[in-house]
């Protein structure tokens, strides 16, 4: 039987795939998307910060230097996704991350194993290989929907997009657990907080648009 917590973290899934379509079809909710996700994964990481640094000024040069990343990456991409061709590629790479968490979730509900790292309990070395499993089939499988072309020398890049997202998954595990906390808030039902489900993304795009352009 699915549990409840599973049920809603299913449910938030579908949600947030469905945000993404959107998005990607109308540049209104592309805007008002990076405007709310922005400042809640500001208010989150202030949060987060407020309760691992003792001194404020330590608070307020990560935060300040954060404030200043997340405004570039959401103007930045905005301002691409205005392009067609590069809206494709932002998009095709922005569900390959979304498919590197599932892949790592599914692999490591379902095989468990040795810990990949202290850092976050729940990581598993399974769960980092289904993650670059599930990031390379739905990167192979958009690039042929959209190219109607497959060249299978470029697996490097959802490699690489895989790898990307796992590091910023764990630098954000890092972050809570020096804060002490499960979550970095309780925003999505099943999933806690924003930067719980995106924090990956914050450094697997911008890597993976690098990639992209360099290998394809």
């Keep these: 039987m699915i549990n409840t917590n599973l049920k809603k973290r299913i449910f938030t899934s579908i949600l947030l795939l469905a945000i993404i379509f959107l998005i990607f079809s ?125 060249d299978f020398t470029i697996i490097i890049i959802p490699i690489i997009i895989s790898i990307a997202c796992q590091i910023g998954d764990l630098f954000f595990s890092y972050l809570k657990r020096k804060a002490k906390l499960e979550d970095t808030g309780d925003i999505l039902p099943g999933h806690g907080g924003l930067l719980d489900r995106i924090d990956g993304i914050f450094l697997g795009i911008p890597i993976g648009f690098i990639a992209l352009i360099l290998f394809y």
């Excluded at 989150?44 to 990343?69: C, D, G, P, Q, R």
């Excluded at 979730?105 to 290989?129: C, E, H, R």
Aim: aromatic letters at 24%.
């Design 26 to 150: 109308f540049n209104m909710i592309l805007t008002f998307s990076l405007i709310v996700f922005g400042v809640l994964s500001l208010l989150e990481f202030f949060n987060l910060t407020s309760k691992i640094f003792k001194k404020k000024i330590y608070s307020l040069f990560f935060n300040t230097f954060f404030v200043i990343y997340v405004s570039l990456y959401c103007f930045i991409f905005f301002l691409l996704a205005n392009f067609f061709e590069f809206k494709i590629m932002l998009f095709t790479i922005l569900l390959s991350c979304a498919s590197s968490d599932i892949g790592g979730f599914v692999f490591g509900k379902l095989f468990k194993g040795p810990k990949l790292t202290n850092i976050s309990p729940n990581k598993t070395y399974a769960g980092s290989l289904g993650s670059i499993i599930f990031t390379i089939l739905v990167f192979l499988g958009l690039t042929y929907y959209f190219t109607k072309d497959l």
